[in-house]
């Protein structure tokens, strides 16, 4: 299976660098996986959108979208649980 290259949006950016440094490490090492299998077990897909996803990693979610003609994934969003949806 190919590769998948990673975009990473500048609010995703933003909430990546507010993250505590381990948790920060864990989120990072978890969008790295994303790059090699963009669904990995226990990814969702959102309801409401066609190709956007959300992987669990701790208490925070990585919100992502997926485009596979063109093998990239774009993280839109990383947060606590309790303030992604929002």
Excluded at 15 to 43: F, I, T
Excluded at 54 to 61: D, L, T
């Amino acid at each position: 299976m190919a590769r998948h290259k990673l975009e990473i949006s500048r609010t995703a950016e933003r909430q990546l660098r507010k993250l505590p440094a381990d948790d920060r490490r864990r989120v990072a090492r978890a969008m790295v996986a994303l790059g090699d299998e963009p669904h990995p077990p226990g990814s969702r897909k959102l309801t409401g959108y066609d190709d956007v996803f959300r992987v669990r990693v701790g208490v925070y979610r990585i919100i992502y979208s997926v485009a596979s003609r063109t093998l990239v994934i774009i993280i839109l969003k990383i947060g606590h649980r309790k303030d992604i949806y929002r």
